[in-house]
């Protein structure tokens, strides 16, 4: 078998309907198998999935075993030549895997590839590259070096900015959130380190792939990754669980080195960790007196980009759940995001929601990738289970 895809889920069905979706598209014509192992969801992912999907093996898990032991009970399952892990909220451009499994194919000294991973604006997310956090990489990064000279190859090394985006590069780290590995590389060096619950692991697994003498490559092929809706980003126990895995990371490889260099490396990640928790409760506070600081978006308005036949069916939608929108009819043109002045003014963030019978992931990819608007965000409506899914909430509706 070619591919072995898998994906681990906690308590993101519709999310995942989405990302299966666009997955079993890109792989039409690959010989594949996709597993999905679900992390005790309470969402009732299972039930809702299985029916709809049939040729995804679905494992149930009966609590939540963590990011990296989840991936490694699929991937000791699978049967394929390479390994693709996978993040639930994410979309696959119809033609990315097909062009990752090519490289592949044509380089054997790889041992994984990660890909230009877009954010709900279409702007380009840095951590679709990155080096590897040395004492002095993570160092240059806590105390804002990083951000504040990304082109420099000491000072940016963390994001790696230096390199150019349109290119195939060898980098250092491949994010999890899409993770084409080959198979051999893995019986090499070995699965996930289960020492990781949740974040590090593919820091991890890409600095043993090194070590075991292949190489890591960043392909300019678009997948868009919502980076959270997975996790609660805006918990405690999020910030307590990034940051532990920082400090796993750095023990395990670093913490031969002298003490002058690990302390004040430990030291920055326990103050990062502590400002994280104290910024998240002030705005939390701000958030329970009802402050909203100027410049801050509080109107959204839906501009849907439907086939003729579903508009109906999305007018319904909107009017059943009083959304502020316009529904453009598609049939005679394809419109997206960057050819239009919306006429919002003010703080208002539109998402542009385009029909998925009328447009390939990829184009829609493409339209957001190409002129990139912070105040606009990708959506896609799903006309036969009449689901609308932005970066930031799920809207459905069963209708007579």
Not at 75 to 91: A, C, F, M, V
Not at 340 to 347: K, L, P, S, T, V
């Amino acid at each position: 078998m070619k591919l072995s895809v898998v994906i681990v889920n906690y308590n993101v069905k519709y999310y995942l309907a989405q990302c299966l979706d666009s997955l079993l598209r890109s792989v039409k014509d690959i010989e594949h198998e996709v597993i999905v192992v679900d992390n005790h969801s309470h969402d009732g992912s299972v039930e809702y999935l299985c029916s709809k999907y049939p040729e995804v093996r679905f494992v149930a898990s009966n609590h939540n075993l963590g990011f990296a032991k989840a991936n490694n009970v699929a991937i000791r399952q699978s049967k394929g030549e390479y390994i693709l892990l996978l993040n639930p909220d994410t979309i696959v451009g119809e033609n990315t895997i097909k062009e990752c499994l090519s490289f592949l194919d044509s380089h054997p000294s790889a041992g994984s590839v990660g890909v230009k991973m877009l954010k709900a604006d279409g702007e380009m997310a840095k951590e679709s590259r990155r080096g590897f956090p040395t004492p002095m990489t993570a160092f240059y990064k806590m105390i804002g070096l990083c951000s504040r000279f990304p082109k420099s190859r000491r000072l940016g090394k963390y994001y790696m900015g230096y390199l150019p985006c349109d290119e195939a590069v060898q980098i250092e780290v491949v994010s999890g959130a899409y993770c084409m590995v080959r198979k051999s590389a893995l019986d090499r060096v070995g699965l996930l380190d289960e020492d990781f619950f949740m974040y590090g692991e593919d820091i991890d697994l890409s600095y043993r792939i090194l070590k075991g003498g292949y190489e890591n490559w960043y392909l300019p092929c678009e997948i868009l990754h919502y980076k959270g809706e997975s996790t609660h980003k805006s918990s405690f126990r999020y910030v307590h669980v990034f940051y532990d895995a920082m400090l796993i990371f750095f023990r395990k490889h670093y913490g031969h080195l002298s003490l002058c260099l690990t302390i004040p490396v430990k030291a920055a990640i326990y103050f990062k960790a502590f400002t994280a928790l104290v910024a998240m409760s002030w705005r939390r506070t701000r958030k329970i007196l009802g402050f909203v600081p100027e410049g801050i978006v509080t109107n959204a308005r839906y501009v849907f980009f439907c086939l003729k036949e579903n508009l109906e069916s999305c007018s319904k939608l909107v009017e059943c759940k009083g959304l502020q929108a316009e529904i453009r009819c598609v049939d005679d043109m394809k419109c997206h995001a960057g050819q239009h002045d919306f006429g919002y003014e003010g703080n208002v963030h539109v998402y542009a929601v385009y029909d998925i019978e009328a447009y390939n992931y990829s184009e829609i990819l493409g339209f957001f990738s190409s002129n990139p608007i912070e105040t606009v965000s990708i959506g896609t409506y799903n006309a036969k289970e009449r689901i609308v899914i932005t970066p930031d909430e799920i809207i459905t509706t069963v209708m007579q």
